[in-house]
């Protein structure tokens, strides 16, 4: 069973919006990181956040992170036509030896 | 390569027939992990290896699935009596420390198609 949850699966926006995706888990984890992916394509790292941070920045990308609610969400500001692609949240279960993704947003955006 | 290297990266088998998906990860990185992926879904874990040993294999389906590692860097992931349901992209990804200290690097994959 998948640990992330990401919502919504879909989003579609103008180029230049900001968009936004979020992310649920169901157990204590040491960090969280998502992923992008472009169609027929690898995936691609784009930020971890630890359990003890709030807030991470990296380029046009804001992460947050909740432990209490056990959620993150991912920022993607002022959007290009080249951020269309899926993104995945992936967490480590607390004591477990793997990372299990989630079923993933696919954003598109729209020119 | 300066990347993670699959091979091959399509291939169109039989059902019942043997299949063999090779992994070349970044050199250095001690970790690796297999992944499938479903068309419209997540990555499935199926198997990590820290160095020769694989430290969790309880993503792998059943006991047709098998990986070997067996020098710490090339992966193999074999398939036995292949079925239409293994039908996927199998990705392979590596990492200098483990999925606790930091970032994966994924290949392109490998798809798998049983007819």
């Known amino acids: 069973s998948q640990q992330g949850e990401e919502d919504p699966q879909a989003l579609s926006i103008q180029e230049g919006e900001n968009a936004t995706m979020n992310c649920s888990y169901k157990t204590s984890i040491n960090n969280l990181q998502w992923y992008r992916q472009n169609s027929g394509r690898g995936l691609v790292h784009l930020i971890l956040i630890r359990s003890n941070e709030r807030e991470k920045h990296s380029g046009r990308l804001r992460v947050t992170l909740d432990t209490s609610k056990k959620s993150s969400s991912l920022l993607i500001t002022a959007s290009r036509a080249a951020d269309t692609a899926s993104y995945f949240c992936?967490?480590?279960?607390?004591?477990?030896?793997?990372?299990?993704f989630g079923q993933g947003t696919r954003l598109t955006i729209n020119p | 390569g300066a990347g993670v290297s699959q091979t091959p990266s399509n291939k169109v088998t039989e059902k019942g027939k043997y299949v063999e998906l090779r992994c070349d990860p970044i050199s250095g990185h001690t970790a690796l992990y297999w992944y499938r992926q479903s068309l419209g879904q997540g990555p499935e874990f199926l198997i990590y290896?820290?160095?020769?040993?694989?430290?969790?294999d309880s993503g792998l389906p059943n006991d047709r699935f098998f990986a070997v590692r067996p020098e710490g860097s090339v992966s193999t992931l074999k398939i036995q009596r292949t079925e239409r349901g293994d039908s996927a992209v199998y990705l392979c990804?590596?990492?200098?420390?483990?999925?606790?200290?930091?970032?994966?690097?994924f290949g392109e994959g490998s798809r798998l198609t049983v007819l």
């Open positions: 990804a590596s990492s200098r420390g483990t999925h606790l200290t930091g970032e994966l690097f």
């Open positions: 992936a967490t480590d279960a607390w004591g477990a030896q793997k990372l299990v």
């Open positions: 290896f820290q160095g020769t040993g694989a430290a969790d």
